[in-house]
């Protein structure tokens, strides 16, 4: 099947920094999509970006699917920003399932 | 979005039994996954949910250990029977959307004592 992975696999950062977090997939995707999963377990939406590149607030990401790689930036980090943000993909003709990478967990300190 | 709500969202059980979860979704939803999440570890599919038929299992999960019923569009239950304290996990009920983007309920926390 196919492989994801994200890095790094933890990051702390003061309150106000910038991060990149990177997801890197094995095959050809028709589906990505980043979550965050916060303190309490809900996964959240944060973007769905097979390709090209989006912005939602202080939140962007970028995916380059002929290079097989994504790229989750987030800016002006807070503390609520702190959880495990994780990459899924899914492949052509895969009836639309999920395979999700192994997750960044991001620490914001105040 | 879509909306998934998922209940119970949190359960303790003796080993031996089985528990049954629910996951009802919104009508934008038309493809419905059950996934597994155990402590500290990713999210792994268990297997989608077939409206009216059996649902299709990934390697690892079988039907006599996680049977599954989605009897219509927006409704599908998850079982875990026979429960061992191996099976404490969040089990998450997803829905994909006819563009394949998926949205999550918000999980059910299930320890097996």
């Known amino acids: 099947g196919i492989q994801v992975e994200q890095s790094p696999p933890d990051l702390i950062l003061q309150e106000g920094a910038n991060s990149t977090l990177r997801c890197n997939f094995s095959d050809s995707v028709n589906n990505l999509q980043w979550f965050h999963q916060n303190p309490w377990g809900q996964l959240i939406n944060l973007f769905y970006?097979?390709?090209g590149t989006k912005q939602n607030g202080r939140l962007s990401a970028t995916t380059v699917a002929t290079e097989r790689y994504s790229l989750l930036y987030i800016s002006s980090s807070q503390t609520t920003d702190s959880g495990v943000y994780f990459c899924?993909?899914?492949?052509?003709?895969?009836?639309?399932?999920?395979?999700f990478g192994s997750g960044t967990q991001l620490t914001v300190l105040p | 979005s879509a909306v998934i709500s998922q209940k119970p969202s949190r359960d303790i059980c003796q080993r031996g039994t089985s528990l049954t979860i629910q996951c009802q979704v919104d009508?934008?939803?038309?493809?419905m996954f059950w996934y597994r999440q155990q402590p500290g570890q990713s999210l792994t599919l268990i297997a989608t949910a077939n409206q009216g038929s059996e649902a299709t299992y990934e390697s690892g999960f079988v039907i006599d250990k996680f049977p599954i019923s989605r009897p219509n569009l927006t409704f599908s239950t998850l079982t875990v029977s026979n429960m061992s304290p191996e099976d404490s996990s969040i089990y998450l009920c997803?829905?994909?959307?006819?563009?394949?983007?998926?949205?999550f309920g918000p999980g059910t926390r299930l320890t097996v004592t």
């Open positions: 970006i097979p390709s």
């Open positions: 899924a993909v899914g492949k052509a003709g895969s009836a639309r399932q999920l395979t």
């Open positions: 009508s934008q939803v038309t493809m």
């Open positions: 997803s829905g994909g959307t006819a563009k394949g983007e998926q949205y």
